[in-house]
């Protein structure tokens, strides 16, 4: 069988390897990250105060809204802050008014994060799905060598 071109095995290991690296990366990153911030961050319950609503930037062309709630919530020292939420949603899950937990880093209460291992999980499948791609596409360049 006649070896690829240099081009095609350039390509290839871009696209077999170097991609699948950058995402076990990327997901070492926010997975590193997301357990810094759960190490940190303190559950306490977060009032909604108002709910971003704006144009989703995945379809330009129609009406379709992605809501982010922002929450009100104490201070260890009593007084009164805001923080928006780290997830946006399509689906407007909150009202203003209600009540809710969440995860709160003192040291950078700007961003709240709402209960749940949503980030947790797509870090560890970047890494999971993104290991297996360059394990195989290192497979695939060495058996071209």
Known sequence: METPSFWI????FILFVALPIYFVVIGSRLTLKTLRFKERAQSIT??????????????RHSEQFVYQPVFEFPMPDGSVLRGKSASISSNMNYTIGSQHPILVDFDDPATVHTKGNHALIIGVMCI???????????SAVFSMI
């Open 128 to 138: 999971l799905l993104g290991g297996i791609a360059a394990a195989f596409g290192l």
């Open 9 to 12: 095995r350039v390509l290839i």
């Open 46 to 59: 977060g009032t909604v105060v108002e709910i971003i609503k704006t144009n989703s930037p995945a379809d």
